[in-house]
């Protein structure tokens, strides 16, 4: 069972820069493709970035591309999500995931979900 916890949210300004951070309980998370997904109110949970489980290739869904960058410290066994040049309808719940797969997308089963973090972007 891998337990994946969040931390980074909170209320910024649109324009500003925010962080965020999972780490993970599994010894073995170098073999997991790890990802970001966000849910808004009312909407259902998409799919926002996705990192191969050893490291390199990424993936983002088009809205953040250029201003989300997503990485991962294998040996601190976390993940994170930078996010530069907010949007208010950035505003979500962002969730960590983890696969048992090559890499996390849009259309990627995943295993595990973190508990969420709260990302509000005022206009």
């Known amino acids: 069972q891998v337990q994946l916890v969040e931390s980074g949210g909170g209320l910024v300004q649109a324009g500003d820069s925010l962080s965020l951070s999972c780490a993970a309980s599994?010894?073995?998370?170098?073999?997991?493709?790890m990802g970001w997904f966000r849910q808004a109110p009312g909407k259902e949970r998409e799919f926002v970035a996705g990192?191969?489980?050893?490291?390199?290739?990424?993936v983002y869904t088009n809205s953040v591309k250029g201003r989300f960058t997503i990485s991962r410290d294998n040996a601190k066994n976390t993940v994170a999500l930078q996010m530069n040049s907010l949007k208010p309808e950035d505003t979500a719940v962002y969730y960590c995931?983890?696969?048992?797969?090559?890499?996390?997308?849009?259309?990627?089963?995943?295993?595990?979900w973190g508990q969420g973090t709260q990302v509000t972007v005022s206009s």
């Open positions: 990192i191969r489980r050893g490291g390199g290739s990424t």
């Open positions: 599994e010894p073995t998370f170098s073999s997991y493709a």
């Open positions: 995931a983890a696969a048992r797969r090559p890499i996390i997308s849009g259309s990627t089963p995943v295993g595990y």
